[in-house]
């Protein structure tokens, strides 16, 4: 189902973290400053709901044609195409002003996005250990988390002092970052050599074929986070009102409020890093996801009782401990029970959930706000997560008992090997009976809810 790795590659993972750190920088810093033009220029309420959808679409509706892709093709050329075309569109983003281009050329944008994500992911595994793969997840974590604080604050500055054009060129230059990384890394996969990893269930050299809804741990990691993510995404909707308007908070409380969940993820993804070397079966690393969901979830629920704006910072930076701490369990669960040939569509598609859900809160969010204070929504959010994490509490129980087709005592139950087993050997699923297909079911937006540290856009 893998390879082994004999020594970690440190530099690599590193690089590979630089690298994707400073594109969700520039990200940020793009969003934020086509945000202020649009609301700059008089465009109403459509053009910046199209503008959050365009960067949002293209990753839940490409994620199985991406994923393949990413599995199929070397990561080296993808990531210095597409680099070069994302470089290319966002310098064009800088000389239009019409907001129906600027909605195109952002969707664009998104489907080059739709395949260096998982591209990104899956190669994380291979460069490292298995007993390394935690700390290696927590430091692509730290950087997507530092880059998505950097680039609001930057915006801010740069759109005041230069306008859009600038903010959107530097943007255009943080993409030649995959480039580099594309140029240097020494971790490759794709193509031929994914394709020739030979394993036990197939010794034809084959891709071993793999399917979500075969693997009951995955499925059910996957449908919770999703669930919760559509119960609580709303909150960023809802916030900016809840704070401005009901608690009267100022905009630097705002600012600081918004930036404390990002800022929470830092430390939550390094604890989450030290625990899973002792959550050694795969049914630990899914409880794990339920509990940090829940406390998300919990945060959410007492944020609508606080009497001040303020008092959100700290709510704000346990929700995003958890929030880091579920990315780490989840990246490392998929690591360990996806082959590597089909694990950048599994990354995919995981992504491609926590996007629809989020879409999903927005909406939502959205429409309720219309008819009902914000106070009860925040609360309403909240109280829903904590439903699902329970609703979920058995069915995880049930999916860790359930036996594999060929291993009676049931897959989830394997333990970790040692730091040099394959990662076919860390709890991974059986293997599906040759011929059986090699589809992922289909199903990173820039908010703070859980799983969005995984493909923030």
């Known amino acids: ?19 994707r750190g400073t594109t969700i920088c520039g990200d940020f810093l793009a969003a934020t400053a086509l945000a202020l033009a649009l609301q700059g220029a008089g465009a109403g309420g459509l053009a910046v709901s199209g503008l959050l ?55 664009l944008l998104a489907c080059g996005l739709a395949v260096t994500q998982p591209c990104l992911a899956a190669l994380l595994p291979a460069m490292v250990r298995p007993s390394d793969l935690p700390q290696a997840s927590a430091i692509s974590q730290t950087a997507v988390s530092l880059g998505a604080l950097g680039g ?38 794709g193509g031929r050599r994914t394709n020739a990893v030979v394993t036990p269930a197939d010794p034809r050299g084959r891709a071993p074929a793999w399917r979500l809804r075969r693997d009951p741990l995955m499925l059910v990691m996957v449908v919770s986070t999703a669930v919760v993510i559509a119960a609580i995404g709303g909150i960023n909707v809802i916030e900016v009102f809840f ?35 002792r959550l050694d079966d795969d049914g630990a690393l899914v409880r794990g996801v339920l509990l940090t969901l829940a406390g998300c979830s919990l945060m959410v629920l007492l944020a609508a009782m606080v009497p001040g704006a303020g008092l959100l910072v700290p709510l704000w930076l346990v929700a995003g401990a958890a929030n880091g701490g579920e ?8 690591a360990r029970r996806v082959p590597e040939a089909m694990r950048a569509r599994a990354y995919a598609s995981y992504g491609a959930a926590v996007q629809g859900g989020s879409m999903t ?44 087709p ?9 333990r970790w090997t040692g730091p040099d087993a394959g990662l076919a050997t860390l709890g991974g699923p059986a293997e599906p009976r040759p011929g059986a297909g090699d589809t992922v079911g289909s199903w990173l937006s820039a908010s703070h809810v859980p799983g969005s540290g995984t493909s923030s856009s």
Do not use: K
């Open 1 to 19: 189902m893998s390879f082994t790795v004999v020594e970690s590659r440190w530099p690599d993972v590193w690089l590979a973290a630089t690298a």
């Open 53 to 107: 959808l365009a960067a949002t679409l293209p990753l839940v509706v490409l994620a199985p044609l991406a994923g393949r892709l990413a599995d199929r093709v070397d990561s080296r050329t993808l990531l210095v195409t597409v680099g070069l075309a994302q470089a290319a569109i966002c310098a064009l983003l800088a000389l239009v002003d019409h907001p129906v281009l600027v909605v195109g050329l952002v969707a």
């Open 152 to 189: 609001p604050v930057l915006a801010g500055l740069l759109v005041g002092q230069f306008g859009t054009r600038v903010p959107l060129l530097l943007d255009a230059a943080t993409y030649l970052a995959l480039v580099v990384a594309g140029l240097l890394l020494r971790t490759r996969r």
């Open 243 to 277: 704070i401005r308007e009901t608690l009267n908070g100022s905009p630097t409380t705002y600012g600081l409020v918004s930036a404390a969940w990002m800022a929470g993820m830092l430390p939550g993804g390094w604890l989450a890093a030290r625990l899973a070397h």
């Open 327 to 334: 990315n780490v369990f989840a990246n490392l669960l998929t």
């Open 361 to 404: 809160g927005f909406l939502v969010g959205g429409a309720l706000l219309t008819v009902v204070p914000p106070r009860p929504l925040i609360a309403a959010a909240g109280g829903g997560g904590l439903l699902v994490v329970l609703v979920f509490v058995p069915v995880v129980a049930r999916a860790v008992r359930r036996p594999s």
């Open 406 to 414: 060929t291993d009676p005592g049931g897959p989830q139950h394997q």
